[in-house]
């Protein structure tokens, strides 16, 4: 059995999260993406290869290169996690927003 990497884990560091929104508006190559940083390709390479196995990023293959791109059922997890606290936050900015409104009525 293959062990995944955890995808919370690839996404806590800065850098990943700086990959995943560059492939996400569209497929780069590894150079590409490399040339977004101030650090080795062998660097960028080993996020890369993270973001790969957290099944984050698909690559595909054009030619004699490779393109990363954003793989949107990768992000499922994250979302999965993220949806009950964006509820709650939804709730409590309608809260507010009920408030300021009668306050807003009771200043006219």
């Known amino acids: 059995m293959k062990l995944r990497r ?3 884990q690839a996404i806590a560091d800065p850098t990943r999260r700086t990959i995943i929104t560059l492939v996400a508006a569209s497929a780069m190559t590894p150079s590409a993406i490399a040339e977004n940083f101030d650090y080795s390709r062998q660097t960028i ?4 290869q993270i973001l790969t196995e957290c ?21 499922k997890e994250i979302a999965k996690f993220i949806e009950p606290f964006r509820k709650l936050w939804d709730e409590r900015f309608n809260s507010l927003e009920a408030v300021m409104k009668k306050h807003q009525s009771n200043i006219k």
């Open 6 to 8: 955890d995808v919370f």
């Open 45 to 48: 390479s080993k996020h890369i």
């Open 55 to 75: 099944e984050l990023l698909k690559q595909e293959q054009k030619g004699r290169e490779i393109y990363y791109q954003l793989n949107p059922d990768g992000m």
